[in-house]
């Protein structure tokens, strides 16, 4: 059909849920014919790929961006004894024998600088039965990933290299060893005020919640180095139950929009700050690197009402 009766939808993701999108996908395609096929791209890393390259002609000694080639997965490391394999850039050709057809495109953007994201774009001609299709793709990765389970409760970080064996770490899970309360030596006062900002207010958030407080709370650990900072740190990820915790390095502050995020979709979090004094500025210098710090940290105060935030 014309490709000017043609429309599509488009729904941009962070690159480390790739394999939820994925599994959200395969799921809600079991109800329908389809046919995956594989793509490569010429220009990966320039701009995203969308359904509407794909019907742009080469002309003259410019090389076409799209290439069909064998569908491709890759290894990643998720932390589990086992990889998980995540799709490579692919569409989906999807027929129900109706009058519906529809075309989702999954690829992935990684850009040279900047945030790494999934993109599903589906492309259709426009009816009733297209739009309730195109909705319940969607819905199926929201519910999916609300759910997720592959990240939830670890220690994570983000990491930009492979392993020495190519496996993909988007993230990377952290083994820490448990730190047991007796295995920390801090001061009576210092445990209590432990006790009572980060574990009672865990334990304590419903109820604070419906009084009308904030569900978000930060600490500032200081000292020289070897006092203690990380172990306690340890302490806190080994002793909050459901929690999951972030793990941010002062190199990774560019970051922290994307640490920010991954909150949201695993909360509750600890999202800890390792030396903030090597980042934070004078506040009126504000065309430094600070400037983007104190915005992301006012991002962090506005996170849904699950949060724990240590510096």
């Known amino acids: 059909m014309p490709t000017e009766e043609l429309s599509s939808a488009l729904r941009v993701f962070p690159s480390y ?8 996908l395969l799921e809600y395609f079991k109800a329908y014919q389809t ?17 509407s390259g794909l019907f742009v002609e080469p002309r003259g000694s410019v090389s076409a961006d799209f290439a069909l080639t064998p569908v491709r997965y890759e290894s990643i490391d998720v932390g589990e004894d086992e990889p998980v394999e995540g799709l490579d850039n692919a569409p989906w050709l999807v027929d129900d024998q109706s009058n519906l057809r529809a075309a989702v495109l999954f690829t992935r953007f990684e850009p040279v600088r900047g945030p ?6 589906i492309a ?11 909705n319940r793709a969607f819905e199926t990765i929201e519910q999916t990933l609300l759910k997720t389970k592959l990240y939830r409760g670890k220690v994570l970080s983000f990491e930009d290299k492979e392993t020495y064996i190519g496996q993909t ?17 801090l001061s009576p006062a210092t445990m209590e005020a432990l006790d009572l900002h980060i574990f009672q207010f865990a334990k304590n958030r419903a109820a604070l919640a419906k009084l009308g407080h904030s569900q978000q709370k930060g600490i500032l650990l200081y000292g020289p180095p070897g006092t203690g900072k990380t172990h306690i740190i ?8 459901h ?26 979090c600890i999202i800890v700050i390792e030396d903030v004094d090597l980042i934070g500025r004078d506040r009126t210098q504000m065309w430094s690197a600070s400037a983007g710090l104190f915005r992301d940290l ?8 699950s949060t724990t935030l240590t510096h």
Do not use: W
Request: zero cysteines; glycine letters at 4%.
């Open 17 to 24: 849920i790739r394999t939820e999108v994925q599994a959200a």
């Open 35 to 51: 046919r995956l096929l594989g793509i490569n791209r010429a220009h990966e890393s320039f701009m995203p790929a969308r359904i």
């Open 116 to 121: 790494r994201t999934l993109n599903v774009e």
């Open 124 to 134: 259709f001609s426009p009816s009733s039965e297209s739009a309730a299709f195109v």
């Open 169 to 185: 770490k988007g993230v990377t899970v952290h083994r820490l060893n448990t730190v047991r309360r007796k295995e920390v030596i």
């Open 234 to 241: 340890r302490y806190l990820a080994s002793n909050l139950e």
């Open 243 to 268: 929690h999951t915790t972030l793990l941010i390095t002062a190199g990774q502050v560019a970051a922290l929009d994307e640490y920010v995020n991954l909150a949201k979709l695993l909360q509750p």
């Open 298 to 305: 006012n991002s962090v105060v506005g996170l849904t009402p």
